[in-house]
């Protein structure tokens, strides 16, 4: 099995940062793309940020230029980096990654989340 285990996330005030940290671990052969998410109260779940096994990232209109994403493939981790914080970006922040398994089966694989409460 893999699991992700996101931490980093707390409450912070408008424009302050935090760095958000997604650790994978278990039977993993390789990791292509890694992903961040986030699910406000009472909306959807939506992409924040995505890491693609080469090194490319995209974001979000509503992130861009605030947030940078990043990985360290050594040890299976992501960040993102988060400054200038809003309260509109105020959520449950996941993380997703597509993995290939020593058993090699491919497994599309989520964090348990962690809150960002952005406040003053």
């Known amino acids: 099995q893999v699991q992700l285990v996101e931490s980093g996330g707390g409450l912070v005030q408008p424009g302050e940062s935090l760095r958000l940290s997604c650790d994978a671990s278990?039977?993993?052969?390789?990791?292509?793309?890694m992903g961040w998410f986030r699910q406000a109260p009472g909306k959807e779940r939506e992409s924040v940020a995505r890491?693609?096994?080469?090194?490319?990232?995209d974001y979000a209109d509503s992130v861009r230029g605030r947030f940078t994403i990043s990985r360290d493939n050594a040890k299976n981790t992501t960040y993102l980096q988060m400054d200038n914080l809003k309260p509109e970006d105020s959520a449950v922040y996941y993380c997703?990654?597509?993995?290939?398994?020593?058993?090699?089966?491919?497994?599309?694989?989520w964090g348990q989340g962690t809150l960002v409460t952005v406040s003053s």
């Open positions: 278990g039977s993993i052969a390789s990791i292509t793309n």
């Open positions: 890491i693609f096994s080469g090194g490319s990232s």
């Open positions: 997703n990654t597509r993995v290939l398994t020593l058993q090699r089966r491919w497994l599309d694989v």
